[in-house]
């Protein structure tokens, strides 16, 4: 045992505290290990992934600190969701199927156990959701903000993950879903949306967007059989075509009027003109962007269909240095100041 000292009571909850780094281990995290056997119960130094003949396994991890992709009093069970959906989206672009993940939690050490236990239940339920299961991981305390970490594991047919490079001149540029929703959500939650907006903007399922984005894992297999080239998106839009340009050793370029907006999205853009750039370039989308030769069109149209996912085509792939052009209405390229978000 490494606890020490009593740990306060879960707030309105009548269970005795689970004692230390290890009674809450049991108590929160073995339950989210059940079911799968390479787990071991969280019992072992390390687990096991068992990979199927023929299929090869896809390894993605990224981080979430407070202040940074989250705020610290946001509901613990959406920044689980967030943290596993923003890994799960990483594995939908390059076609995989998930399979499991581990977990690095990094908190205060007065961090209540109410916290855990919800951010614990937000877990088990979009585990539910996705079909996939805890296999091990670490819990450390930190002086600094809350720092979550999850490694998501997934399944591809062998040398069959979609890369970022293979886009060729000529290919099409789609994206699914919407983009800017999430972006926009973060201008209003931070305080920052512009005075023009109407009063009565509808923000809730911006918010949602923002809080828990949903993985396009529905349109994974397509995007594997369909895509030359493909990603999430993260940092937005134009800086994540960027990297596809970069490693492709291609130019891109896109229409703004064709981005597939929302009705919420549309109505904010409709008062405040200037939200566009903030559309393009303000990340937290988690769709997928792809390429895809120009004669797959309408087959990369029918899958979405087939699947649910919205497809929309944004845009084509050029010879010439890697670059992100948007083009207006009127095909003038329109001035951007950054592509996307950078941590450094
Ligand atoms: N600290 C790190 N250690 C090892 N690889 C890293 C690290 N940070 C980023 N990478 C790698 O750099 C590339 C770009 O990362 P990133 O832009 O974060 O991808 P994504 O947007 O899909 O999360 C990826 O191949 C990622 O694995
Ligand atoms: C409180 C708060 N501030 C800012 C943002 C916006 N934001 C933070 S990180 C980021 C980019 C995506 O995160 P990153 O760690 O770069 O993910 P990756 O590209 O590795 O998938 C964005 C758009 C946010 N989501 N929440
Ligand atoms: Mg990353
Ligand atoms: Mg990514
Ligand atoms: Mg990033």
């Known amino acids: 045992m490494t606890g020490q000292g009593a740990t306060p009571a879960a707030p309105g909850s009548a269970a005795p505290a689970a004692a230390g780094e290890f009674g809450r281990i049991d108590r929160y995290l073995k339950p989210l290990a059940q079911g799968y056997p390479g787990a071991f119960g969280l019992t072992d130094d390390a687990g096991t992934v068992a990979v199927p003949a023929g299929m090869e396994l896809v390894v993605t991890t990224d981080a979430m600190v407070a202040g940074v992709h989250f705020l610290p009093d946001d509901p613990p069970e959406d920044i689980a969701a967030k943290l596993l959906r923003v890994n799960l989206s990483d594995l939908a672009a390059k076609g995989a199927v998930p399979l499991a993940y581990s977990l690095v939690t990094a908190l205060p050490r007065d961090c209540a156990e109410d916290w855990l236990a919800r951010f614990c239940a937000g877990l088990g339920g979009d585990q539910q959701r996705y079909g996939i299961h805890l296999l091990g991981g670490d819990s450390v305390s930190t002086s600094g903000p809350v720092t979550l970490t999850v490694s998501a594991l997934g399944l591809v047919p062998a040398g069959r993950m979609v890369r970022r490079a293979g886009a060729r001149p000529g290919d099409l540029v789609f994206v699914t879903g919407t983009v800017g929703d999430a972006a926009l959500a973060l201008l209003r939650v931070l305080g920052r949306e ?52 970069a490693v492709s050793g291609v130019a891109i370029e896109i229409r703004a009027d064709r981005l597939p907006l929302s009705a919420a999205a549309r109505t904010l853009l409709a008062a405040a003109p200037d939200l566009l750039a903030t559309v393009l370039t303000g990340g937290d989308d988690y769709e997928l962007a792809f390429t895809a030769p120009a004669a797959r069109e309408a087959a990369v149209l029918a899958a979405g269909r087939a699947c649910g996912v919205p497809v929309t085509g944004i845009g084509r792939v050029l010879a010439g240095a890697p670059a992100v052009t948007v083009l207006d209405a009127s095909g003038a390229p329109l001035p951007l100041d950054r592509a996307g978000w950078q941590h450094f």
């Open 194 to 245: 512009p005075a023009a907006l109407p009063q009565a903007a509808d923000w809730a399922p911006l918010v949602a967007r923002l809080r828990r984005p949903e993985p396009r894992l529905a349109f994974a297999p397509a995007l594997r059989d369909l895509a030359s080239a493909g990603l999430d998106v993260s940092d937005g839009l134009v800086a994540d075509l960027g990297h596809i340009a």
